[in-house]
């Protein structure tokens, strides 16, 4: 006779938490598929992302570049990078092809950062 005094009240407490258990899965479902849409839309989003450059004179007579991403203008460079002088790039050439070098590391996901190296292989005129 204990035992099934013992039994009922469990057996009572199960039934009520059941329904919240299935509610509670339910919500954990439908959490994960808005996590997993929330991820795919991302990356659709990154898939549109778009990179261009665009050359300019400067005020000296030299050239510079802009990178733009999705016709906004993130980068503005008027003089070459990583040389003591502040000097243009010398030829409209030389600043895109440096331009576009940026725009091949943004597309890799890595800082858009150049070194003298990265400069000379392109043959750009570092007026030295």
Do not use: C
Not at 58 to 72: A, E, L, P, R
Not at 85 to 97: C, G, L, T, V
């Amino acid at each position: 006779m204990i035992y099934g005094v013992l039994i009922q009240p469990w057996n009572k407490l199960t039934m009520t938490k059941k329904p919240v258990y299935i509610l509670i899965g339910i919500l954990a479902v439908l959490v994960v598929l808005f996590a997993l849409k929330e991820k795919k839309t991302e990356t659709a989003r990154f898939k549109q992302e778009r990179f261009s450059v665009q050359t300019f004179t400067t005020g000296d007579g030299g050239w510079g570049y802009s990178i733009f991403h999705n016709k906004k203008r993130i980068i503005k460079q008027d003089v070459i990078p990583v040389i003591r002088k502040n000097m243009s790039f010398q030829s409209e050439k030389d600043a895109r092809i440096t331009g576009l070098l940026v725009i091949e590391k943004l597309n890799a996901k890595k800082l858009p950062t150049l070194n003298r190296q990265e400069l000379e292989n392109l043959h750009i005129s570092l007026g030295s």
